[in-house]
T-cell receptor
């Protein structure tokens, strides 16, 4: 069993829909990251959070430390949101340790 | 301000050959991590370099080695290439906790896509 599990694996949505991607982890963490990967391969960091909720534009990330669960929400989805969204965690006492990644959720938003 | 740059972008090698991939970190960053991402999978941590030393290592064989230079740039070397080494190799840089005093996000390059024939 992977230390970081994401669901769903694949997601197709109509433009304008509200989207939720889930992430569960089984290890202790110092932070959880949500990343976006476009077909070219480059990865962009969307959020890094260790508690509560963060919002940036149409993206919202929440984390429940007790339940070891995080969600990434996209409001008013748009075709340009189509990408792979990856959840990753930083182990505790790290400051800067490498990340353990989920396998990603492939999102396709159709106009 | 240049972000993380990797070279080359694509590379084709044959089994048994050796390859060197290069990474220049984001300006001001002193720590470089390397990841391997197979098709359809999440990235897997290979190793991390700080102060020109390998600080942490993932579950990769000794065929995978690296180096960090005084200007913080880094190389990933893979010897005796296998078909299974075909993947996207990602470099990420960050500021060490010594300087940042808190957990820092990593900045990723666009990767080098390595194909082994």
């Amino acid at each position: 069993k992977n230390e970081v599990e994401q669901s769903p694996q694949n997601l197709t949505a109509q433009e304008g829909e509200f989207i939720t991607i889930n992430c569960s982890y089984s290890v202790g963490i110092s932070a959880l990251h949500w990343l976006q990967q476009h077909p070219g391969g480059g990865i962009v960091s969307l959020f890094m959070l260790s508690s509560g909720k963060k919002k940036h534009g149409r993206l919202i990330a929440t984390i429940n430390i007790q339940e070891k669960h995080s969600s990434l929400h996209i409001t008013a989805s748009h075709p340009r949101d189509s990408a792979v969204y990856i959840c990753a965690v930083s182990p505790p006492n790290s400051g800067n340790t490498p990340l353990v990644f989920g396998k990603g959720t492939r999102l396709s938003v159709i106009a | 301000d240049a972000g993380v740059t990797q070279s080359p972008t694509h590379l084709i090698k044959t089994r048994g050959q050796q390859v060197t991939l290069r990474c220049s970190p984001k300006s001001g960053h002193d720590t470089v991590s390397w990841y391997q991402q197979a098709l359809g999978q999440g990235p897997q941590f290979i190793f991390q370099y700080y102060e020109e030393e390998e600080r942490q290592r993932g579950n990769f064989p000794d065929r995978f080695s690296g180096h960090q230079f005084p200007n913080y740039s880094s190389e990933l070397n893979v010897n005796a290439l296998l078909l299974g080494d075909s993947a996207l190799y990602l470099c990420a840089s960050s500021l060490s906790e010594v300087k940042a005093y808190s957990n820092q996000p990593q900045h990723f390059g666009d990767g080098t896509r390595l194909s082994i024939l």
